[in-house]
């Protein structure tokens, strides 16, 4: 178990799903918090990340850092999906492994799911049928990141959680409208369609100047930020959205995610998603102080008859509640206060049109959240107000 004053290193720290883990476990009196930026340690060199964990030799780990985007970005960088976040899972597990670490927490993504999963998405539907297409390479860097700590965990008897997270929202979100998400790139269209139509340009060049747009800043002409905005469908006052808006998605605040998988670190092992009894009656090669044992063999290979086949060990975490599209639309025009047009281009894809998780194995855990949607887009655009500032 983890006291206060264990050493945990919280990979991806700056992000929007680390920062908010980082600040959760502060909250909780854990201060003996690691975290080095892209800049500091690139996870994608192996002799680096082994440098890393022969310096500081961190208790607990949170493999929270990831190359991430939005249905565009996934389409054109497949590649660098599927390499770059391979790289960032074997070089982090596997060195958590060789240096001991008693618990490990990796994040991954409910784009793990199959493109036709029945709804709501149990754990149990992992690998039954075909992936969404444009997030096939990101999907299946997940799935081969949640099966290293459950394949770990057979083998070793390391204590390596995996949690699935649906959507996410929140501080330090990513603005940038060529890599980001739906909510925080639907956000900032229709704010900068509401400063256009309010002839702000001195509210744009601050944002602009904030997150630059393919290079342009606010201190380029008035037709060259026009041009440049107008190509991801912001206009005066009016913003263009990509597909039809009738898919169905499932969104979950950062701060409530980074609250169930602080909750999953600290009072959930594997043996408790497995089944104790099942668990505690085959020694795994992990002594009753949790410390591996390199030397027993009694699990490789995850062949123990006595447990049967061990599969789908991972924990979705999620609200269980969704809307469409259109609907969140609709919350980010009132919050922002926007008065023009939203339209859709059914001509651009929708990617999955249902993504909703079953999270009842996270309810019998213990956790279940907090923030409900209408109150969580509110939230986010006025953090990114601040941001501006």
């Known amino acids: 178990m983890l006291d206060k004053n264990s050493k945990i290193y919280v990979a991806g720290h700056n992000g929007l799903v680390g920062s908010a883990i980082w600040n959760n476990l502060l909250q ?77 927490l990796f994040l991954g993504s409910t784009c793990i799911y199959p493109k036709n999963a029945p709804q709501p998405m149990k754990e149990d539907c992992l690998l039954t049928s075909p992936l969404e297409y444009t997030n096939e390479e990101y999907a299946i860097a997940k799935i081969a990141g949640l099966k290293m700590c459950e394949s770990y965990n057979l083998q070793y008897g390391t204590n390596y959680i995996a949690v699935m997270p649906t959507n996410l929202y929140g501080p330090n979100d990513n603005f940038h409208l060529e890599n980001s998400h739906v909510m925080p790139a639907m956000m900032r269209k229709v704010y900068l369609a509401k400063l256009i139509h309010d002839g702000a340009w001195d509210k744009i060049a601050v944002d602009l100047n904030k997150r630059p747009v393919e290079g342009v800043t606010g201190n380029a002409s008035q037709k060259e930020i026009l041009d440049v905005l107008a190509k991801y469908g912001i206009e005066n006052n009016k913003v263009t959205l990509w597909g039809t ?145």
């Open 28 to 104: 909780r009196g854990y201060t003996n918090l690691v975290g080095r930026s892209h800049k500091e340690l690139d996870l994608t060199d192996q002799y680096a990340v082994k440098k890393f964990f022969d310096e500081e030799r961190p208790d607990a780990v949170v493999l929270a850092a990831a190359f991430v985007g939005g249905i565009m970005a996934n389409s054109l960088y497949r590649a660098d999906f599927i390499m770059m976040n391979m790289k960032i899972q074997c070089n982090v597990i596997s060195e958590a492994y060789a240096h001991g670490v008693k618990k490990l």
């Open 245 to 389: 808006g009738t898919p169905l998605r499932e969104f979950l605040w950062s701060e409530d995610m980074a609250d169930a998988s602080v909750h999953v670190l600290l009072n959930v092992n594997f043996s408790d998603i497995i089944g104790i009894e099942k668990y505690s009656s085959v020694h795994y090669g992990a002594s009753t102080d949790g410390a591996v044992d390199r030397n027993h063999s009694a699990g490789r290979g995850g062949a123990i008859p006595k447990l049967g086949e061990i599969r789908n060990c991972h924990i979705n975490v999620g609200t269980g509640k969704e809307l469409t599209i259109r609907e969140l639309s609709e919350l980010v025009v009132k919050a922002v206060g926007f008065e023009g047009e939203v339209e859709f281009d059914t001509s651009k894809p929708d990617g999955t049109m249902r993504k909703l998780i079953d999270v009842s194995k996270l309810h019998s855990l213990g956790w279940t959240h907090k923030v409900e949607i209408e109150d969580g887009v509110k939230k986010l655009f006025e953090w990114y107000k601040e941001s501006l500032t």
